[in-house]
């Protein structure tokens, strides 16, 4: 039997610097050196030796919805929401209730919100 780790998601975008820019600013992420090749797809760290590579397509058109995103973990969810809030970005529960957050089943809180390209990336405080 085979088993995996996550290593790395990787999203096409119409600039590359604005997501990078959008990630930094509001993620925190820090960029790393892409070690796979010269080209101009840049990579941003999730620690843990984890990877977001951003890929560069301009003629980018994303049709995605919810459902389709990706998650991170935050002890710190209420501050990251007061971030959000401070950079003007809007965010919503999972029912598209605006500005508010989502308690799931299980008891973890999660949010919602966009990158320019319309990634969904949720926020959740399951850590």
């Given amino acids: 039997m085979h088993t ?7 999203i096409s975008v119409q600039n590359v610097t ?11 992420l820090k960029e790393i050196k892409n070690t796979a090749s010269n080209s101009k797809t840049r990579w ?12 560069p397509r301009p003629n980018l058109e994303v049709k995605t919805n919810k459902a389709v995103h990706f998650a991170l973990s935050t002890a710190q969810f209420g501050s990251f929401i ?15 209730t605006p500005t508010k957050d989502y308690l799931r089943k299980d008891g973890i ?8 390209d319309g990634y969904w990336i949720e926020i959740n405080n399951d850590v």
């Fill in 109 to 116: 809180k999660q949010i919602y919100f966009q990158d320019p």
């Fill in 4 to 10: 995996f780790i996550f290593n790395h998601i990787a």
């Fill in 44 to 55: 941003l760290s999730l620690n843990e030796g984890k990877q977001l590579h951003i890929i």
């Fill in 82 to 96: 007061s971030h959000l809030n401070d950079l003007n970005i809007e965010y919503s529960d999972w029912k598209d």
């Fill in 18 to 28: 604005t997501s990078i820019e959008f990630y930094q600013k509001v993620l925190s």
